[in-house]
């Protein structure tokens, strides 16, 4: 019914930068909040960014200054600039998005399979 399909994961040394998407489809009436989360092994899944779609933005406090959450036009698809990455930013990286399909009365939550980031120092 509704799919989010993420790219752009992959190595990178400490300092550098990658850039995350995450693109929605599917029966999809509309969506509200899309954003990040990410989980290392043997942590709890934190959230790392979210974005309404009224364009407003959270982050955590370790990636502020450092990572930027967009949205593009149509508003289903959502990206994650990240740079100067420190080893600590190595996890698995999920997306997620607050979807109302057309059968449905309110927005359900809906999650992409997890895309690897790892950061060498």
């Known amino acids: 019914q509704v799919q989010l399909v993420e790219s752009g994961g992959g190595l990178v040394q400490a300092g550098g930068s990658l850039r995350l998407s995450c693109a929605a489809s599917?029966?999809?009436?509309?969506?509200?909040?899309m954003g990040w989360y990410r989980q290392a092994p043997g942590k709890q899944r934190d959230l790392v960014a979210a974005?309404?779609?009224?364009?407003?933005?959270n982050y955590a406090d370790s990636v502020k200054g450092r990572f930027t959450i967009s949205r593009d036009n149509a508003g289903n698809t959502v990206y994650l600039q990240m740079n100067s990455l420190k080893p600590e930013d190595k996890a698995v990286y999920y997306c997620?998005?607050?979807?109302?399909?057309?059968?449905?009365?309110?927005?359900?939550?809906?999650w992409g399979q997890g895309i690897q980031v790892t950061v060498s120092s």
């Open positions: 997620d998005a607050a979807v109302v399909a057309y059968s449905d009365y309110a927005p359900e939550d809906y």
């Open positions: 599917g029966s999809i009436f509309s969506i509200d909040t």
């Open positions: 974005i309404t779609s009224g364009g407003s933005t």
